[in-house]
Nanobody, 132 residues
Framework: QVRLVESGGALVQSGGSLRLSCTTSGFTFDDYDIGWFRQAPGKEREGVACISTPGGFRWGDGVDHYADSVKGRFTISRDRAKKTAYLQMHNVQPEDAALYYC???????????????????WGKGTRVTVSS
């Protein structure tokens, strides 16, 4: 059974940092791209970051992909041994407040980041709240 569990969401001050984790099980971690998405109240779910499968397997291009709004502030990474992906967030801004989800699929990151509905496996989310 595929399972993705997000954690690390919290209340953070504007300008602060936070690290989200996505712990996975039930599938071959190295075979899947991992994406981070977020959804703020009243808004559509949007792609935040995506990391390809290690070594460019399948669609992987070996490049991390980011939404323009988070480039230079957020970093996505993955730990093969722990089967966990991370989203390191720096200089968090009020507009970053949302429910953050991780997703897994065999999908081209550049495409998947812009098409959340194409991902097969999702976690239930972790909430990030930002105080100004």
């Amino acid at each position: 059974q595929v399972r993705l569990v997000e954690s690390g969401g919290a209340l953070v001050q504007s300008g602060g940092s936070l690290r989200l984790s996505c712990t996975t099980s039930g599938f071959t971690f190295d075979d899947y791209d991992i994406g981070w998405f977020r959804q703020a109240p009243g808004k559509e779910r949007e792609g935040v970051a995506c990391i390809s499968t290690p070594g460019g397997f399948r669609w992987g291009d070996g490049v991390d992909h980011y939404a323009d709004s988070v480039k230079g502030r957020f970093t996505i990474s993955r730990d093969r041994a722990k089967k966990t992906a991370y989203l390191q967030m720096h200089n968090v801004q009020p507009e970053d407040a949302a429910l953050y989800y991780c997703a897994a699929d065999d999908i081209r990151c550049a495409y998947g980041l812009k098409n959340p509905n194409r991902w097969d496996y999702w976690g239930k989310g972790t909430r990030v709240t930002v105080s100004s």
